[in-house]
């Protein structure tokens, strides 16, 4: 089974400041990993994904995150933020090689931005 | 692009009414998906379909029941709904069997039991 764990449930950061959400997981098998964000009022959206390759995977808004495998994370990060990035955001694992195997979210982080 | 569509934005019944919540995708997705998003909790999984007429069991399956008749819908079914099942509702679907397909999602059902 996996489990995900993010450990901070609200992150306040001035606009134009660096930012990371921190995200762990647990599994006993190989994992695919992701990030998901949720702006208010609306579904959730995938931010990127790790399937495999390099480490460091980006989204096309600015946003990276690195797996590490020996510390089982997978942090998302963004350099200067912008107002817009106000959102809830979510990280997932899934099983490889499982059939029908359900995605695991954590509890989310919710990004408040201050002008 | 691929669009799930919740039937409803916002929802107000009384309690122990029968409520019957919507979702279509439009991309002969084999895997659907309902979850209840609650503040502090995140996405808790209620039901999942794999295929039509199939259905697992979720996390947090008592008090709900679904329906896959027809492989685009997928429909969640509070049989007598109660205050505790005020919630947000999300619908999900995802591709085949292989692990790296993400999953889409609705953008939700409010759902208020009074």
Redesign the interface.
């Known amino acids: 089974a996996q489990s995900v764990t993010q450990l901070d449930s609200q992150v306040p950061v001035f606009e134009e400041a660096p930012v990371e959400l921190r995200c762990n997981y647990s599994s006993s098998v190989s994992v695919y990993l992701f990030w998901y964000v949720q702006y208010p009022n609306q579904g959730l959206q995938l931010l990127l994904k790790y399937l495999s390759g390099s480490t460091l995977v980006e989204s096309i808004n600015g946003f990276e995150a690195e797996f590490n495998k020996s510390q089982t994370s997978f942090h998302l990060r963004k350099p200067s933020v912008h107002i817009s990035d106000t959102a809830e955001y979510f990280c997932a694992v899934r099983a490889m090689y499982s059939s029908a195997s359900k995605i695991i979210f954590g509890s989310g982080t919710r990004l408040s931005i201050r002008p | 692009d691929v669009k ?1 569509t919740q039937s409803s934005r916002y929802l107000v019944k009384r309690t122990g009414e029968k409520v019957f919540l919507e979702c279509v995708q439009d991309m002969d997705h084999e ?1 659907m ?1 309902w ?1 209840r998003q609650d503040p ?4 808790r ?1 209620i039901y ?1 379909s ?1 295929d039509v007429k199939m259905k ?1 069991k ?1 996390d947090i399956p008592e008090g709900y029941s679904v329906s896959r008749e027809k492989k685009e819908r997928f429909s969640l079914i509070l049989e007598s709904a109660s205050t505790n099942q005020t919630s947000m509702y ?1 619908c ?1 679907s ?1 591709a085949g ?1 292989v ?2 397909q ?7 059902t409010r759902l208020s039991i009074l």
Do not use: K, R
């Open positions: 799930v895997n998906f979850y502090g909790l995140g996405l999984l999942f794999y697992e979720g999300l999900a995802i069997q692990g790296n993400p999953q889409h999602f609705g953008d939700g």
